[in-house]
């Protein structure tokens, strides 16, 4: 399993819920297969969305893929505050307790 991690500010976070489930990077077709979105506890303008996926080409596209058509350019929303930081991990290991 890879997952995206993003973590980013925002000036309006309805506006960018909103921005995030019209889904303009078509997560199903980029090969999601879960996600999370949470707020940090004590700033509840910064966001972190986790995107899972079972192929790490599908994570690094999709990151591309914001990078070009999300986060630059007319199509940004203007609800985004700076330049997301991203990165992929791989999942070494999950348990349930």
């Known amino acids: 399993m890879y997952t995206l991690l993003i973590e980013h500010a925002v000036n309006d976070f309805d506006a960018w819920k909103r921005s995030f489930d019209s889904d303009p990077a078509d997560r199903a077709g980029s090969g999601v297969v879960s996600y ?15 995107l899972d996926f079972a192929e790490r080409e599908q ?39």
Not at 73 to 87: F, V
């Open 36 to 50: 999370r979105v949470s707020r940090l506890v004590d700033d509840s303008q910064r966001v972190l969305i986790e």
């Open 59 to 97: 994570a690094e596209s999709m990151l591309n893929t914001l990078r070009i058509k999300v986060w630059s350019g007319p199509g940004r929303p203007a609800s985004l505050d700076g330049m997301p930081d991203a990165r992929i991990v791989e999942s070494m290991e999950a348990r349930v307790l």
